[in-house]
């Protein structure tokens, strides 16, 4: 069985960071992209930040560079997204999500497995 587990969120007020950490296990892809989606109420779902573990190449959505920074510890299996500058409108729940194979899609119908989410909410 395949297990997302994520920790690291929480309340913080603008200008703060946030490190958002996700541990996967039970999986068999050889190669994998893992990263986060949010969403917020009322929006649909966001593509945030990946990795790839074949390369480590990496996506950012526009919202969130050069303020998010991902990482990753292929041999924990383990997805790190440290979070800078946080906005309000980064107010969201985080979901972390896996999928086989190398590239770096960013549609969340193309991710297999989903962790429970964790709630960011950036706020004076």
């Known amino acids: 069985e395949v297990q997302l587990v994520e920790s690291g969120g929480g309340l913080v007020r603008p200008g703060g960071s946030l490190r958002l950490s996700c541990a996967a296990s039970?999986?068999?892809?050889?190669?994998?992209?893992i990263g986060w989606f949010r969403q917020a109420p009322g929006r649909e779902r966001e593509g945030v930040s990946f990795?790839?573990?074949?390369?480590?190449?990496?996506y950012y959505g526009d919202s969130v560079k050069g303020r998010f920074t991902i990482s990753s510890d292929h041999a924990k299996n383990t997805v790190i997204l440290q979070m800078n500058s946080l906005k309000p409108e980064d107010t969201a729940v985080y979901y972390c999500?896996?999928?086989?194979?190398?590239?770096?899609?960013?549609?969340?119908?193309?991710?297999?497995?989903w962790g429970q989410g964790t709630q960011v909410t950036v706020s004076s």
């Open positions: 999500a896996i999928r086989g194979g190398p590239i770096l899609y960013t549609d969340s119908r193309l991710y297999d497995y």
């Open positions: 039970g999986f068999t892809f050889a190669d994998y992209v």
């Open positions: 990795i790839s573990s074949y390369d480590g190449s990496t």
